[in-house]
Nanobody, 122 residues
Framework: QVRLVESGGGLVQAGGSLRLSCAASGRTFSSHAMGWFRQAPGKGRETVATISRSGGFTNYADSVKGRFTISRDNAKNTVYLQMNSLKPEDTAVYYC???????????????WGQGTQVTVSS
């Protein structure tokens, strides 16, 4: 069992930056691929970025490429999402999730955090 707790969300002006963190409990963090997902009001859940167990592979949604960076520190059981050049359309609840396979499919992830709100004002 893995428990995930996100932090770092908030209100920021367009063009600004935020860094989300996701702290995982348990001793199996390094055996899980991790991902960041988001859901805006009235929209479905979108895969933002994913990272393999070792951190050697990453994948990004086209909408965030060049602006967001996912990383992980297995020694600290934490995954991060650095978000730069934020846009109003990035406004959403952001979730981190862990799963046994490195995949961009949200349904393949078994463990989910409670989410953190990111609001970007224009």
């Amino acid at each position: 069992q893995v428990r995930l707790v996100e932090s770092g969300g908030g209100l920021v002006q367009a063009g600004g930056s935020l860094r989300l963190s996701c702290a995982a409990s348990g001793r199996t963090f390094s055996s899980h691929a991790m991902g960041w997902f988001r859901q805006a009001p009235g929209k479905g859940r979108e895969t933002v970025a994913t990272i393999s167990r070792s951190g050697g592979f990453t994948n990004y949604a086209d909408s965030v490429k060049g602006r967001f960076t996912i990383s992980r520190d297995n020694a600290k059981n934490t995954v991060y999402l650095q978000m730069n050049s934020l846009k109003p359309e990035d406004t959403a609840v952001y979730y981190c999730a862990g799963g046994p396979r490195y995949t961009v499919v949200a349904g393949d992830y078994d463990y989910w955090g409670q989410g953190t709100q990111v609001t970007v004002s224009s």
